[in-house]
Nanobody, 127 residues
Framework: QVQLVESGGGSVQAGGSLRLSCAASSYPYTSACMGWFRQVPGKEREGVAL????????YYAASVEGRFTISKDGSKNTVYLQMNDLKPEDTAMYHC?????????????????????WGQGTQVTVS
């Protein structure tokens, strides 16, 4: 059974930082596109960042580039999202997603339907 478990959300003041984690279990981690998406009630799910677990490719939404960094730790089957200089508009439920056996395509930031598996999410609130 594939599981993605997010952690690290919380409440922070504007300008602060948080690091989200997404642990993948029972999953072919070594070749997958994994990403972070966020959603607020009443709005569509928005792509934040993608990373290819088998290489070095990353993609970012324009709204977070330069402030957020996605990274991976293969030894822990975990993907991270370091979020710096947080703004109130970053407030959302953040979900981890994965699509196996593929590199990432930047356009998938706008197409969450491309992803096979999703975590339950972790709430980030910036005030």
């Amino acid at each position: 059974q594939v599981q993605l478990v997010e952690s690290g959300g919380g409440s922070v003041q504007a300008g602060g930082s948080l690091r989200l984690s997404c642990a993948a279990s029972s999953y072919p981690y070594t070749s997958a596109c994994m990403g972070w998406f966020r959603q607020v009630p009443g709005k569509e799910r928005e792509g934040v960042a993608l990373i290819y677990t088998g290489g070095s490719g990353t993609y970012y939404a324009a709204s977070v580039e330069g402030r957020f960094t996605i990274s991976k730790d293969g030894s822990k089957n975990t993907v991270y999202l370091q979020m710096n200089d947080l703004k109130p508009e970053d407030t959302a439920m953040y979900h981890c997603a994965s699509r196996r056996l593929t590199v990432c395509l930047g356009g998938w930031l706008q197409r969450p339907s491309q992803f096979d598996y999703w975590g339950q999410g972790t709430q980030v609130t910036v005030s």
